[in-house]
């Protein structure tokens, strides 16, 4: 991974990018930042916390090329996507979504009092926002692995970003060529983050009815090409994971 931007898309008006990792050398999990840039506006997907926010703020304003940053997406609850949503929400004048599930925890990250309207409630079924023109589907991910959870279509590019789904640890490079070989870094964060199999298989056949040329997680490489897409989704929809495996009774710790 390295600390420059990727370009995932571009057509002109529309553009999407993956700042890859602006906490490399950290004992911080990876991350990656997502930019979704249509016309004039902008949005950035699950921008991080405290350690990365002033780069992540300079390298967007940079990449958007005086489009105004109009959404700030949060996938879900969790610090490495939402701790610095204050910083966020008081330098710009963007509207922050997230699960109406969060809404009233995220305060405790310290959102200022001027900007906490701002802050906009997800339904649980989803949503469209429009992006200088551009249509972009909030798509419901509930319990991969947050109980409130969303993933972003961007119809445009045909881009799904899937937070956590697809996540993967210390593979050492931005694209999935050998998905064999990738399932060492992704295998055991999947069977214990997400919840449930019942809730992958109705994640997969969702996401079979999107035109989807990439999968774009939070975390490690994305998937590309039409026939990588549907190796990951077939192999999360078999997936056994979370509470299928927990088989065991608890033991009283002595």
């Not at 699950?46 to 959404?71: E, F, I, M, N």
Request: proline share 5%; glycine share 8%; charged share 20%.
């Amino acid at each position: 991974m390295s600390n420059q931007f990727i370009s995932l898309f571009n057509a002109g008006t529309h553009r999407n990018i993956l700042l890859p990792d602006f906490g490399a050398g950290s004992v911080a999990v990876q991350a990656n930042q997502h930019l979704i840039i249509h016309g004039n506006e902008g949005m950035i997907l699950d921008p991080g916390g405290h350690k990365v926010y002033s780069r992540v703020l300079a390298a967007t304003s940079q990449q958007l090329q005086g489009a105004k940053l109009k959404y700030l997406f949060f996938s879900h609850q969790d610090p490495d996507i939402v701790a610095a949503a204050n910083g966020w929400l008081m330098t710009t004048d963007a509207e922050g979504y997230i699960s109406s599930l969060w809404t009233r925890f995220v305060p405790h990250f310290g959102i200022d009092h001027l900007v906490i309207d701002r802050l906009k409630p997800i339904p649980d079924e989803g949503m469209v926002l429009m992006l200088g023109g551009a249509k972009l589907i909030i798509l419901p991910a509930h319990f991969l692995h947050s109980p409130g959870n969303f993933h972003v279509y961007d119809p445009t590019s045909r881009i799904l970003y899937s937070g956590d789904l697809g996540a993967s640890i210390g593979a050492d490079y931005d694209e999935v060529t050998d998905f064999d070989a990738h399932l060492k870094h992704m295998e055991g964060f999947h069977r214990r983050y997400m919840s449930a199999n019942v809730a992958m298989r109705r994640w997969a056949a969702a996401a079979r009815k999107l035109d989807i040329e990439m999968i774009a997680p939070q975390h490690g490489a994305l998937f590309r090409g039409r026939a990588m897409v549907e190796r990951f989704i077939a192999w999360a929809e078999a997936l056994p994971c979370g509470v299928d495996l927990f088989t065991d009774p608890i033991v009283i710790p002595e």
